[in-house]
Nanobody, 112 residues
């Protein structure tokens, strides 16, 4: 079965850092664009970052310069390094890809 599993969320103070991991299934992981989305309470799900099969990355304006998406195809992994976290980054973060699949989400809370 196709599966995406996120991990690495938690509670951090403003200015802190977290590294999220998405573990994907499948032998063709390397050919897919992979994404990170986030959804704060009461808000629509928002695209945060994208990385293509050719390692081209894009970011939402709100996270540019602070977040970095990367992938390790040999391990079927996607990462989101989040630095200088702000309270407005608080959300559930979701991995997306493999022709439209979603992970279960991991909670990030930025608070002092």
């Amino acid at each position: 079965q196709v599966q995406l599993v996120e991990s690495g969320g938690g509670l951090v103070p403003p200015g802190g850092s977290l590294r999220l991991t998405c573990a994907a299934s499948g032998s063709t992981f390397r050919i897919y664009t992979m994404d990170w989305y986030r959804q704060a309470p009461g808000k629509e799900r928002e695209l945060v970052a994208t990385i293509t099969s050719e390692y081209v990355t894009t970011y939402a304006d709100s996270v540019k310069g602070r977040f970095t998406i990367s992938r390790l195809n040999a391990a079927n992994m996607v990462y989101l390094q989040m630095n200088d976290l702000k309270p407005e980054d608080t959300a559930v973060y979701y991995c997306h890809g493999l022709d439209g699949y979603w992970g279960q989400g991991t909670q990030v809370i930025v608070s002092s």
